[in-house]
Nanobody, 125 residues
Framework: EVQLVESGGGLVQTGGSLTLSCAAY????????IGWSRQALGKEREGISA????????YYLDSVRGRFTISKDSAKNAMYLQMNNLKPEDTAVYYC??????????????????WGQGAQVTVTS
């Protein structure tokens, strides 16, 4: 069965760190671009990071650049989002995704073929 399984969400204080993991099953992650998006309560989902399959192109939303890092481990067929210096405005459900990659005026996004189930991240002040 093809699926992405997320883990690692939770509750953290302002300034803290969390790492989200997303394990791929039923397909080879190396064949796809990878990305993370998030959706805060009452807001639209926004793409926050993306990386091409060869990892030569990496994108971060301005609000997370310098604090978040996207990566993958081919041996484990998994992708990660390391989040440092977390802020209350980072509170959201985070989703991993794989698919193709588009670049629209410098905004790089994954055109998702598969999504993770979502992981809640809550940052307290």
């Amino acid at each position: 069965e093809v699926q992405l399984v997320e883990s690692g969400g939770g509750l953290v204080q302002t300034g803290g760190s969390l790492t989200l993991s997303c394990a791929a099953y039923g397909f080879n992650l190396d064949n796809y671009a990878i990305g993370w998006s998030r959706q805060a309560l009452g807001k639209e989902r926004e793409g926050i990071s993306a990386s091409s399959s060869d990892e030569l192109t990496t994108y971060y939303l301005d609000s997370v650049r310098g604090r978040f890092t996207i990566s993958k481990d081919s041996a484990k067929n998994a992708m990660y989002l390391q989040m440092n210096n977390l802020k209350p405005e980072d509170t959201a459900v985070y989703y991993c995704a794989v698919g193709g990659l588009t670049d629209e005026n410098g905004v790089v996004r994954v055109t998702a073929e598969y999504w993770g189930q979502g992981a809640q991240v809550t940052v307290t002040s």
